[in-house]
T-cell receptor, first 111, second 112 residues
Framework: GIQVEQSPPDLILQEGANSTLRCNFS?????LQWFHQNPWGQLINLFY???GTKQNGRLSATTVATERYSLLYISSSQTTDSGVYFC?????????????FGTGTLLAAQP | DAGVIQSPRHEVTEMGQEVTLRCKPI?????LFWYRQTMMRGLELLIY????????DSGMPEDRFSAKMPNASFSTLKIQPSEPRDSAVYFC??????????FGNGTRLTVT
């Protein structure tokens, strides 16, 4: 099956700093989504981005499907950005949201 | 919309007991997914339904696990009998077509 690797595994940021999270996947995908799991355990969908670039406020994401990676950018980090960021992909031919999750990047944004 | 609604939020039970987790998907969504999250295995798909029909249950760990979706607005995941290794957070999620996946708040299950 498809392997999903995320880096870095852990990240500590000062408030106001920028960061880039990376997701590499081992095979072609038809779906890629980024999620944030907050300290209360809620999983929030950030981006549905099988290809191209999207922006939502301080967050943006870029997926280069031909090179099998995606990047999540967080600008001007805030303490509320803390939590785990997951990348998840779907294999071609499978259901749209039959997703394989990476192991996540644990982000701690400190005041 | 209220989002995906799961109940209960927490469940503590003794080994051997039956456990039933419940999920109400977002209205209008035709796909429903059950995921499990553990420290060891991360987030893994157990089963998914499309238009109330189970499509892929290859992630269901054992015959002790079963899931149903009797109508478009309700699904259950049942574990009978439960074992300590079933302790995890169980998430229900829903989507429609080529749309983002939306998760419920999860049920934290502890089997003692």
């Amino acid at each position: 099956g498809i392997q999903v690797e995320q880096s870095p595994p852990d990240l500590i940021l000062q408030e106001g700093a920028n960061s880039t999270l990376r997701c590499n996947f081992s095979d072609s995908v038809n779906n890629l989504q980024w999620f944030h799991q907050n300290p209360w355990g809620q999983l929030i969908n950030l981006f549905y981005i099988p290809s191209g670039t999207k922006q939502n406020g301080r967050l943006s994401a870029t997926t280069v499907a031909t090179e099998r990676y995606s990047l999540l950018y967080i600008s001007s980090s805030q303490t509320t950005d803390s939590g785990v960021y997951f990348c998840a992909v779907g294999a071609p031919g499978g259901a749209t949201n039959k997703l394989i999750f990476g192991t996540g990047t644990l982000l701690a944004a400190q005041p | 919309d209220a989002g995906v609604i799961q109940s209960p939020r927490h469940e503590v039970t003794e080994m051997g007991q039956e456990v039933t987790l419940r999920c109400k998907p977002i209205s209008g969504h035709n796909s429903l997914f059950w995921y499990r999250q553990t420290m060891m295995r991360g987030l893994e798909l157990l089963i998914y339904f499309n238009n109330n029909v189970p499509i892929d249950d290859s992630g269901m760990p054992e015959d002790r696990f079963s899931a149903k979706m009797p109508n478009a607005s309700f699904s259950t995941l049942k574990i009978q009998p439960s074992e300590p290794r079933d302790s995890a957070v169980y998430f229900c999620a829903s989507s429609s077509g080529y749309s983002p996946l939306h998760f419920g708040n999860g049920t934290r299950l502890t089997v003692t």
